[in-house]
């Protein structure tokens, strides 16, 4: 379990790196306009994802399902 906890760690860093510069450093750019598909600049300037944008929930949930389940099998793999 240790190593199926590092191994989704290992994939939850990968998909992080690949999402971080569309969604922190060219927000409402090009390509994260591609990515998060077309936003007005109100909805540019609003926090978005999870809570505040349903059209983005799908994405925050793809992001956040692999460090959970690299934490769960590594708790798992801890206790066994």
Known sequence: MLTLGSIL???AAALHVVIFRPESL???GA???KV???QSPQEVAATVLL???PAHRAAA?????LPMLAVLASAIGLLL
């Open 9 to 11: 760690a290992l994939a």
């Open 26 to 28: 060219a927000w409402g």
């Open 31 to 33: 390509q994260a306009q």
């Open 36 to 38: 998060f598909g077309d």
């Open 51 to 53: 809570l505040s944008s």
């Open 61 to 65: 949930v793809k992001q956040g399902a």
